[in-house]
């Protein structure tokens, strides 16, 4: 493997976009509302991904179109630390394995998120972002430390006509999936380390959202947003298979949890036609990917404070949700 190291001071940048944050955010004494709580100190955390074995998880921030920080928020003492571009190491372009990226870009919005498990207590974490350039940014995170640390290693361009990539999960082989969030039509892509991008077969269909795919990467489960379901599809199996497991709102993201099961997140922010619907900033159900069984689990109108919901994760006892759209934090539901 061969690696390009760049020396780089992070702080101009973080001082050109207007220091998202400080550097630790202690936890701040935000009002519930009801039984709902919050972790304070994120701006937009529209993508949540826990650290497996530790107390982590990784938050993205959306400040602007272009620009934001990743966050690093602890379960158990709800503090949360800028960790990207405060406080990240040096770039050490791994020019091997993402010979196709044109280097390092210390400015981007981040969007969804993913992580492959390493060895020793460093992982890959990869990182839509939106900004200067349409790409996965991906980084070694280290977290043997006291505070996990992130160092840029390179990037996955997007694929040529793809409007928006949303959401990633990681494949077999060094590989990952990815959605071309496009309402009009969109489809999922694979990425592989030696050939590049390819489609993948009968994924089309209208604003496909979340992702996540099974441990032993025969399976894909999708956040259908227009559809309001969780989309699976097979992969690499003849015939090829798809079902859809409708759960009553627009998905965005999708995670596993802690039991097998898969957590749905998203919003009903508006009824389609003349029809009755109920508005929900939040909505989070469980689904089972093999019965395709909906439980609904989360139902909030959500706050000043906290106006739409786009992820959720199970936390010991509770489940976190996490927005945008001025969402100032992570809204934390019992379970």
Not at 128 to 154: K, M, N, Y
Request: charged share 20%; glycine share 12%; net charge negative.
């Amino acid at each position: 493997m061969s690696r390009a190291i760049v020396s780089f001071s992070l702080f101009p940048v973080a001082l050109a976009v207007g220091l998202f944050s400080h550097n630790v955010v202690s936890a701040q004494t935000c009002t519930p509302d009801g039984d709902v709580q919050f972790v304070c100190g994120t701006t937009n955390p529209e993508d949540l991904y826990p650290v497996p074995s530790t107390p982590w998880v990784i938050a993205s921030g959306r400040v602007s179109d272009v620009a934001g920080p990743i966050y690093a928020v602890h379960t158990r003492d709800h503090t949360v630390r800028e960790i990207f571009p405060q406080g990240a190491a040096s770039p050490d372009h791994d020019t091997t394995t993402y010979r196709d990226c044109p280097g390092f870009n210390p400015v981007f919005q981040p969007h969804g998120l993913t992580l492959r498990e390493g060895r020793g207590g460093v992982h890959t974490l990869y990182v839509v972002g939106h900004g200067a350039r349409e790409a996965i940014e991906v980084f070694d995170l280290d977290v043997r430390g006291h505070v996990p640390s992130l160092t840029w290693v390179g990037c996955i361009v997007s694929p040529a006509g793809t409007r928006r990539i949303n959401s990633i999960t990681a494949l077999p082989d060094g590989s990952l999936g990815a959605t071309n969030f496009d309402t009009e039509g969109g489809e999922l892509w694979e990425w592989h380390p030696e050939t590049g991008w390819t489609e993948v077969p009968n994924s089309q269909m209208p604003g496909p959202n979340g992702l996540v795919s099974s441990p032993d990467g025969r399976w894909f489960y999708i956040g259908g947003w227009s559809d309001q379901a969780l989309v699976r599809l097979s992969r690499g199996q003849t015939p090829i298979r798809i079902d859809a497991a409708p759960v009553g709102f627009n998905v965005d993201n999708v995670r596993w949890g802690n039991n097998g099961h898969i957590v749905v997140a998203g919003h009903v922010t508006r009824c389609p036609g003349a029809s009755d619907c109920e508005l929900a900033v939040a909505r989070v159900a469980t689904v089972d990917p093999n019965t395709l069984q909906v439980q609904q689990r989360v139902d909030y109108k959500g706050n000043e404070f906290f106006r739409l919901g786009t992820v959720a994760i199970e936390v010991d006892d509770e489940v976190w949700v996490g927005g945008i759209r001025g969402s100032l934090g992570i809204a934390r539901f019992p379970r």
